[in-house]
């Protein structure tokens, strides 16, 4: 048994004199749920708790939620506002259905069920942004660059992510937040490899490669975010994603095309200091052939000469 949900189902159905609707086992299974909890605490702080905190209406101390002025209500005023309050729930109900809560519906996105199982196949069945496994939270499919953003229905646009990464995005994607997401359509007009468009060998949604003018080997690519970035550590993780796949598939193309091709070195430079000439982020893809140095020891420890072969030292 891998989860708890054998021993739950049971017990519901003991509790209820052996027979339970579908309805009543699902709820007993969420009340165990923490991840659930976790998800409406996001909604509570980052969406509804800022709004009425902006709005003056609750303010927040640590984790605690206290209504403005709630001491000088009377019984009777407090009982009239949870009335109204129901009121507004049922209201909102009766209008927009269950619509309200089709941004949770694990197949909202009309994602098919190859293309479902490519992904999560992609990400190791792992959360792409936290990490977490399939076992632990439920993943969905999610669109990188949103579709009313204009990003795309294919692969290239689809991670893996846990619901609760997915709905923190999805958070932060809604109104007030806005400013929070990555602007993966950022370019800058005299950066040289923001308007690349020649001797591209490979691209993916946010990521894409072409090889490098003066190489340092045949057939020495960069790989590129997009976006314009500086560097390294200005890439999301989406991105990292990207570059990584790129670099996969193009070791393939390389190495299928260039048989001499035995080994790479693979590295970013970060600031003037370590050598970056150009600043927009991009990664050296430096296929190596058998002796096409003499002494290729310690690799990417060569950018300091003399220091490659460490034993020596
Ligand atoms: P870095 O020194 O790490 O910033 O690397 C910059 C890389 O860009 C070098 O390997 C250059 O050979 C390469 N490079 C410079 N200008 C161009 C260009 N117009 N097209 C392609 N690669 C370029
Ligand atoms: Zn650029």
């Known amino acids: ?33 923490f991840s659930q909890v976790e998800y409406y605490e996001g909604i509570t702080n980052n969406m509804v708790g800022r709004i009425l905190r902006k709005n003056e209406i609750a303010k927040k101390d640590k984790n605690i939620y206290t209504l403005n002025d709630y001491e000088s209500l009377s019984s009777g005023e407090v009982q009239e506002l949870i009335a109204l309050c129901d009121l507004k729930i049922s209201d909102y109900i009766s209008k927009r259905g269950n619509q ?34 399939k076992e632990e939270k439920a993943l969905e499919v999610d ?15 689809y991670q893996a992510l846990c619901y609760t990464c997915n709905a923190n995005k999805r958070d932060t994607d809604e109104t007030d937040f806005r400013d929070l997401d990555v602007k993966y359509d950022e370019r800058k007009s005299d950066c040289i490899f923001c308007n690349t468009t020649r001797n591209i ?53 390389l190495t299928s ?38 002494n290729p020891v310690g690799g990417v420890r060569n950018v300091v000469a003399g220091k490659g072969d460490y034993k020596q030292y």
Not at 18 to 27: L, M
Not at 271 to 294: N, Y
Request: charge should be neutral.
């Open 100 to 133: 309200i809560w089709e941004h949770r519906r694990r197949n909202r996105k009309a994602v098919s069920g190859s293309i479902r199982y490519e992904v999560l196949k992609r990400a190791d069945g792992r959360c792409e942004l936290c990490g977490i496994s």
């Open 201 to 253: 060998v490979a691209e993916n949604e946010l990521a894409l490669a072409f090889f490098d003018k003066y190489p340092v080997t045949p057939k020495h690519v960069l790989i590129i975010p997009k976006r314009h970035c500086a560097d390294y550590f200005e890439l999301s993780q989406p991105e990292i994603n990207a570059i990584n796949r790129l670099t996969h598939s193009l070791k393939e193309k």
């Open 1 to 33: 048994m891998s989860h708890i949900y054998q021993p739950v189902m049971i017990k519901v159905l003991l509790e209820n004199g052996g027979v339970a609707h579908k309805k009543t086992i699902a709820q007993s299974i969420l009340s165990y749920d």
């Open 257 to 294: 095309e260039d048989h001499n091709i035995t080994g790479f070195n693979i590295g970013f430079n970060v600031g003037e200091d370590a050598g970056q000439t150009v600043f927009h982020c991009h990664m050296h893809l430096i296929p190596r052939r058998l002796k096409d140095v003499e």
């Open 143 to 157: 669109h990188i660059v949103p579709k009313n953003n204009g990003g795309e229905d294919s692969i290239d646009n």
